[in-house]
C-alpha cells in the first residue's frame, strides 16, 4: 500500500521538524522531511524512511557533538529522539487522515 505521497508530503513539508532555535552553528532550525518514491508497506520502504529520518534528525539536532561534550552530546540524542517521533506522529496522522478520507477501514469485527 503506497502512503498518499503527495497528500503526506505536502503536510510534511508545510510543518517541518523543528527543533528549538538557538543559533547553533552545529544544526539547522529547521529541515523537510521527504517522502517521495517511498512505499511504507516495503521493508525496503521502510529502511529508506528510517535513514530519511535520521538524516532529518541530525540536521536540526546536530551530528558528532558527543565530541565536543558530553552534555551537548546528551542534549543532541534528546533531540534526536524527540524529532523522530514527532515525524512518526506527523506521518501517522497524515496516514490516518488520507484513510479516513478514503473510507478505509482498519479493522472491523
Not at 503536510?11 to 511504507?40: E, H, K, R, Y
Not at 546528551?74 to 506527523?90: E, F, N, S, Y
Amino acid at each position: 500500500m503506497k502512503i498518499g505521497l503527495a497528500a503526506c508530503a505536502a503536510i510534511l513539508m508545510a510543518t517541518p521538524a523543528i527543533a528549538a532555535p538557538g543559533g547553533n552553528p552545529f544544526s539547522a532550525d529547521s529541515a523537510v522531511l521527504n517522502l517521495s518514491g517511498i512505499d511504507l508497506a516495503s521493508a525496503d520502504g521502510q529502511q529508506r524512511l528510517a535513514i530519511r529520518m535520521d538524516n532529518v534528525a541530525n540536521k536540526v539536532c546536530g551530528e558528532g557533538l558527543s565530541s565536543i561534550h558530553l552534555t551537548l552530546g546528551a542534549q543532541a540524542r534528546g533531540c534526536r529522539a524527540d524529532v523522530i517521533a514527532d515525524m512518526r506522529t506527523r506521518i501517522a496522522t497524515a496516514t490516518a487522515s488520507r484513510d479516513m478520507a478514503a473510507g478505509t477501514q482498519l479493522a472491523s469485527r
